[in-house]
């Protein structure tokens, strides 16, 4: 698998123009982040909230996958597991009297834990193997969560709301768990353990054979991808006070997990949030617009960017930048 | 002397199929030793188990005292010995100075300092310094080679395990790599070298294993080697008579 390198990491650019590029590219993700916490001061209205925070939470999770599956090469289907997973331990949590905080923690703990329970056998397999039994397994555990009475089954399970509802309480609260992620992810690709990730993607045989440990290094990825996506699970829960199986378990919340980080650019630090936010964001009015069609509608525009794009969104913008610089020089050389 | 390393009775069967026979031979350390046969004759396998990159089905591999017979290959790397592969596996996605990086910071050496000193250092020794930045899927097939040394070079072996490293090279460029197999056998590294090209082999081994049809069958000086009736008869059969 051909990847391409992220932004502004393509090759040592010498010019002033590329290291300002370099500098906006920095600064900007702290722009934004800023932007993002004082918007609840303007008047927006429930509405957009609503669809920033649900953003946010598929920002979160598409980065997560990115950390396994983009920068590890290990495709999973089964990260509904940890995202509902996350929301069931959470909602119970709560109920329980655990505060808003701690309950997150437990609901990666618990996230964490499946990850390793899932992971231990099946990343002894490879490749497309490794992919099928992630199904497998995610559809076991919606199964078993259907039918599993303490948790109301099918018909799903509600938390009991004690104090008054704050929107922009958990409109930060997932803003705050996609800054985390990005900066976790920004770490592990510049990162010693990120580099082992990736020379397992491009050769895991090649890479053990210069030392890295691939079972150790896939098994801690899969963690950490769970880990924020079982939080991820529970800011969702939070917010929605009431989740069931077919909502944060089902395959279709596998798939689009995956899709996300595609779309947006495999294997770079930024394609995931891309990716998460045209999700978030399109997802969100398709399926308002287009009950029926959503899906399709989504699915062409996947086959389209595998077809024309594989680097995604990235790649895309990628691609332009260097087809402007390179005009720009050229023009440049004849006055 | 202690050898650095101890091949002993290994046997290798691919599904009832053997490829190794009982094969036994010590490694003295310090010197270039040159692995060789005629297609087929379980070259690439034998390093392999060596390596940790295959298991034997019997037999043992002692590397300094150590048994690592049945190690998992990233644990032989982190023990001292490292392998290049003959048809060159560069992590494409990856920069050339990122590939070398893998071997630094995973290999036996990953906790020395001044990691990126180190980095220049390998791929200044190797000649690729220039392409340090370059993504690895873009270097020549020579360049490759160069980088699968490297990369090696990199985890700070005490037994370097080289197969065909001048396969697919033209003969400028195969000169060049042998000199850089002499220079870092200087530098204290013990080289186990495959290859099928007797010419460069003879060149540069203090001494020659070789083997046919999964067994060996001689072992001496090149000089020996190349008078050994058993050997010539090997490789060029008994026409050579004629």
Known sequence: MESTAPLG???????????????????????????????????????????????????TVSIAWNILGGFGGQVSFGFAVFYGLGAYATALAINRGVNAFFSLVLAGGVAVLASLLVGVPTFRLKGPHFAIATIGVSEAVRVVMTNLSITGGASGYRIIETG?????????????????????????????????????????????DLGVDPFRTKLLAHALAALLTGAAGGVYAQYAAYIH???????????????????????????????????????????????????????????????????????????????LTRTRRV???HP | MAPI??????????????????????????????????????????????????????GAVVFQGRDLTGAKSFRVAQ????????????????????????????????R????????????????????????????????????????ALATQPSLLLCDEVCSGLTVSETTSVLRLLREIQKAGTTILYVEHNLKAIMSVSHHVIVINYGQKLAEGTPEAMQNDASVIEAYIGRTAEN
């Not at chain 1, 768990?177 to 990120?194: I, P």
């Not at chain 1, 077919?246 to 770079?268: C, D, E, K, W, Y």
């Not at chain 2, 980095?119 to 160069?146: F, T």
Request: hydrophobic residues 50%; proline residues 5%; charged residues 15%.
């Open chain 2, 79 to 110: 023990a001292g010995i490292v392998r290049t592969h003959q048809i060159p596996r560069p992590f494409r996605a990856l920069s050339v100075l990122e590939n070398v990086a893998v071997g630094i910071s995973f290999g036996r050496g990953q």
């Open chain 2, 5 to 58: 390393l101890r091949v002993d009775r290994v046997t290798k069967y691919f599904a009832g199929l053997a490829a190794l026979k009982e094969v036994s031979f010590e490694l003295q350390p310090g010197g270039i030793c040159g692995l060789i046969g005629p297609n087929g004759s379980g070259k690439t396998t034998l390093l392999s188990i060596i390596a940790g990159s295959l298991q034997p089905t019997s």
């Open chain 1, 9 to 59: 990491m393509t090759e040592p650019g010498n010019s002033a123009a590329s290291s300002r590029l370099r500098f906006a590219l920095t600064v900007a993700p702290f722009l934004l982040l800023a932007l993002l916490a004082v918007l609840p001061l303007f008047d927006l209205g429930p509405n957009t909230i609503r669809l920033l925070f649900v953003t946010f939470v598929w920002v």
């Open chain 1, 331 to 333: 023009s440049g050389s």
């Open chain 1, 164 to 208: 008054t509802f704050h929107q922009v309480k958990h409109y930060f609260a997932a803003l705050a768990l996609a800054a985390v992620a990005v900066a976790v992810s920004a770490f592990v690709r510049r990162s010693r353990f990120g580099l082992a990730l990736i020379a397992i993607r491009e050769d895991e045989e090649a890479a053990s």
């Open chain 2, 112 to 151: 020395s300092a001044s990691k990126t000193r180190d980095a220049g250092r390998v791929l200044e020794l190797v000649g690729i310094a220039h392409l340090a930045h370059a993504p690895a899927a873009r270097l020549s097939v020579g360049d490759q080679k160069r980088l699968e040394l490297a990369r």
């Open chain 1, 245 to 323: 199986p077919q909502g944060v378990f089902s395959f279709n919340v596998g798939v689009a997990i995956l899709l996300m980080p595609i779309i947006g650019g495999i294997g770079t630090v930024w394609g995931p949030v891309i990716g998460g936010v045209v999700y978030g964001l399109i997802h969100e009015e398709l399926i308002a617009s287009f009950p029926q069609l959503h899906l399709l509608i989504y699915g062409s525009l996947l086959i389209l960017i595998v077809l024309f794009e594989p680097g995604g969104v990235v790649g895309l913008l990628d691609k332009s930048y260097r087809a």
